[in-house]
Nanobody, 126 residues
Framework: QVHLVESGGGLVQAGGSLTLSCAASGRTISNSNMGWFRQAPGKEREFVAAIRWSGGTTAYADSVKGRFTISRDNAKNTETLQMNSLKPEDTAVYYC???????????????????WGQGTQVTVSS
């Protein structure tokens, strides 16, 4: 499966912005739907955003809609999450993931993703 490596996490004040990047290696992700998830301490991993393999079609959790933007560059084998107007409740470890299904709609189910990055910490202070 594809190997995913994340970067861009850090500490930011509420209202600020961060851009997370996910670099894929091992194989192309151009034929895979991709997603971002996050997990706060003591909480379950939750869906953040997803994007279709070809781009264009996206989906967002209600909690981040209008503030976060998911994108991809298949030529560079990368996925990006632009986060604006950050809130303290956005604090979590963020993971990029690749859908393991051969065919399917954009999904928010953790079990549908077969490849995961190591996670990058995002901390939003008040």
């Amino acid at each position: 499966q594809v190997h995913l490596v994340e970067s861009g996490g850090g500490l930011v004040q509420a209202g600020g912005s961060l851009t997370l990047s996910c670099a894929a290696s091992g194989r192309t992700i151009s034929n895979s739907n991709m997603g971002w998830f996050r997990q706060a301490p003591g909480k379950e991993r939750e869906f953040v955003a997803a994007i279709r393999w070809s781009g264009g079609t996206t989906a967002y959790a209600d909690s981040v809609k209008g503030r976060f933007t998911i994108s991809r560059d298949n030529a560079k084998n990368t996925e990006t999450l632009q986060m604006n107007s950050l809130k303290p409740e956005d604090t979590a470890v963020y993971y990029c993931a690749a859908d393991s299904r051969l065919w399917g709609r954009i999904t928010m189910r953790v079990g549908d993703y077969g490849a995961w990055g190591q996670g990058t910490q995002v901390t939003v202070s008040s």
